[in-house]
C-alpha cells in the first residue's frame, strides 16, 4: 500500500481537506471557490475529495 498521498500533489489533498471542513462545519463553499483560492482545478478536488472521503470513512455529502 503506497498510501493515500502517493502521486498526488499535497495542494490539491489539502484543498479538498479544506473543502471537506468547510462541508462538516456547515460553510458551505463550492468546489470553483476553493480550488480558485488553492490554484487547483475543480476536478483535482472533486478526485481528491472523493479519494479522501473514501479512504478515511468521512461522513459528508456534498
Known amino acids: ?3 493515500l498521498l502517493s502521486g498526488r500533489g499535497p495542494t490539491g489533498v489539502a484543498a479538498a481537506a ?3 471542513a468547510a462541508l ?3 460553510e458551505r463553499r463550492t468546489q470553483k471557490e476553493v480550488a480558485e ?3 487547483v482545478t475543480e476536478v483535482t478536488i472533486r478526485n481528491r475529495y472523493r479519494e479522501l472521503k473514501k479512504e478515511l470513512s468521512i461522513p ?3
Open 1 to 3: 500500500n503506497k498510501g
Open 18 to 20: 479544506v473543502y471537506i
Open 37 to 39: 483560492v488553492a490554484g
Open 60 to 62: 459528508v455529502n456534498a
Open 24 to 26: 462538516l462545519k456547515g
